[in-house]
């Protein structure tokens, strides 16, 4: 499983260094700078995943990255990862709009 990500999105960078540290042997993480709009995720079987989808996979396949979470209670864990995959997508678009490149933005 490959896992691409902006590699200037501070939060982006973060989460591919916990999932370097910790699952190396299940997810190969590639940064992919300012061309990456959204995670990615490359599947075994070639399939491709975007976004949501992408971190939806990740944790029903590779559980163990809600144990990054391990300071919350079981259920709350799978929340956090989701919550953190939206505010690095919210930084993401911050970043961009104060820096002049989204196209997107308001």
């Known amino acids: 499983m490959k896992l ?7 939060v982006c960078r973060s ?31 070639g399939k ?11 944790e029903k396949e590779v ?12 259920s709350y864990r799978g929340k956090a990862l989701h919550k953190t995959y939206a505010f690095g997508k919210l930084l993401r678009r911050l970043s961009n709009f104060f820096n002049g490149k989204c196209s997107n933005c308001p």
């Not at 993480?29 to 061309?35: A, M």
């Open 15 to 45: 989460f591919a260094k916990l999932l370097q540290k910790h699952l190396s042997g299940e997810v190969e993480v590639i940064p992919l700078g300012e061309q990456a709009e959204d995670f990615k995720l490359e599947l075994a079987d």
């Open 63 to 74: 559980p163990k990255v809600k144990d990054f979470f391990w300071m919350l209670p079981d």
């Open 4 to 10: 691409y990500f902006d590699s200037n999105c501070p």
């Open 48 to 58: 491709i995943l975007y976004g949501k989808e992408a971190i939806d996979t990740l």
